[in-house]
Structure formats: structure tokens, C-alpha cells
């Protein structure tokens, strides 16, 4: 799951520095290096130093993983339809919300 985050973040935002990728997702910096280590190994993710200041890294999709992505997000967009299907749409809203209360309640 923390990899597809990742990946979909990036795909979503484009190329981020690792410090930005973990402020947008709320995670420490050294939790994130895991996962982008391990994506990195697969080789869905490319590191690049910034030319200006060389301490940042720079953290983009390879075309490996923008296909991977992709067909991760396609998969979970037809999941979420067939999970959806016979709602109303009202009722879909009190479910989120429901779910949105659920997961601050564990966050606390």
C-alpha cells in the first residue's frame, strides 16, 4: 500500500523532492526513503540530484512505473465502482463521512 501512495502521488504531482513527497503524504523522511528504495530497485522510480543545490533529490515515475500506476489506479477505480454499485449517491456520502470519522478517531 505505502508504494502504491507513493507512486500515485507522483503521478498525480509530477517530480517532487523526496522532503516534498513526504510532507504531502504526512510521513517521516526515513520511512519514505524505504519504500523509495524499494521502488527504486524495481526500477519504477528515477533519483536525481537538483543541479542548484545538490542535497535535494528529485524523485519522478520512470515509464515502467507510470504504466504500473496507471494500471494499479485503473484497477482500483473498477474495484471502488463495483463496491459502489446499488448506492445511492447520498448514501455513498454517509459512508465516506462515516469512514472519514472512523479513521480521525484511530488517528487520535
Do not use: C, I, M, N
Given at each position: 500500500m505505502a508504494q502504491y501512495i507513493?507512486?500515485?502521488?507522483?503521478r498525480?504531482?509530477?517530480?517532487?523532492s523526496q522532503s516534498e513527497l513526504s510532507a504531502i503524504l504526512g510521513i517521516e523522511k526515513a520511512?519514505?526513503?524505504?519504500?523509495l528504495d524499494e521502488l527504486e530497485?524495481?526500477?519504477l522510480i528515477l533519483r536525481e540530484r537538483n543541479r542548484e543545490d545538490r542535497r535535494v533529490v528529485v524523485v519522478s515515475l520512470s515509464d515502467q512505473g507510470r504504466k504500473k500506476i496507471d494500471q494499479a489506479m485503473k484497477a482500483a477505480r473498477t474495484?471502488?465502482?463495483?463496491?459502489?454499485?446499488?448506492?445511492?449517491?447520498d448514501e455513498l456520502l454517509q459512508?465516506?463521512?462515516?469512514m472519514?470519522?472512523?479513521i480521525g478517531n484511530l488517528s487520535s
Open positions: 507513493h507512486l500515485r502521488s507522483l498525480e504531482e509530477g517530480a517532487l520511512s519514505s526513503t524505504r519504500v530497485q524495481r526500477q474495484a471502488a465502482d463495483r463496491a459502489s454499485r446499488g448506492f445511492e449517491e459512508l465516506f463521512a462515516a472519514d470519522k472512523l
